[in-house]
């Protein structure tokens, strides 16, 4: 009997591990003055409508690879939080460090800020799996991709 709960004891972490390991953290929180908010995968898909777009990937000692991007537009994502233009900035924070302050002006462009969950129709993967996501800030006006912010976690808006 105790041998079968220590079964069910190890099974039960095994999958846990196994389940946050999968995962990694899918969310993005976004601070507003005071307020944070926590937005979950579910949401972001929800929010998109799935728009994909070109874009050549440049990343250090390879050649330039043309792959599809799949993510929602930086305005629409922000729409449904309820923030439409009122703001000068938006900090973008990444799991490693990485920062990337970009302007209303840039952020409100048509058609260049997304935030991308998909590659070539695949999932990003977190950083522990080797991959630039789970999400990654593509700036489409940003041929070199300096501020092609992977892992992207945190936003400040001000
Ligand atoms: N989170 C995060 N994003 C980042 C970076 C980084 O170090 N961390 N480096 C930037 C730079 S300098 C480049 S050129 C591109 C591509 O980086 P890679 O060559 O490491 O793929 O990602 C950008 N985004
Ligand atoms: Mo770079």
Redesign the pocket.
């Known amino acids: 009997m105790r041998k079968i709960m220590a079964i069910i004891v190890f099974l039960s972490i095994a999958l846990g591990v196994f389940l946050f390991m999968g995962r990694g953290n899918s969310d993005i929180i976004v601070y507003i003055d005071d307020m944070q908010t926590v937005v979950e995968r579910e949401d972001i898909l929800a929010m998109s409508n799935g728009i994909s777009f070109p874009a050549v990937v440049r ?2 000692g390879s050649k330039p690879v043309e792959t599809e991007y799949t993510g929602v537009w930086i305005m629409d994502f922000l729409k449904h939080l309820g923030i439409e233009g009122d703001f000068d900035t938006i900090t973008f924070n ?1 799991s ?1 460090g ?1 920062r990337v302050m970009l302007s209303g002006e840039e952020l409100k462009e048509p058609g260049n800020v997304y935030l991308a969950y998909m590659r070539d129709g695949e999932d990003l993967k977190s950083r522990e799996r080797g991959g630039n996501g789970p999400y990654q800030l593509v700036i489409r006006s940003d041929p ?3 501020r ?4 992207v976690d945190e936003m400040r808006i001000d």
Do not use: L
């Open positions: 990343s250090s990444a490693d990485y070199f991709s300096q092609w912010i992977k892992h």
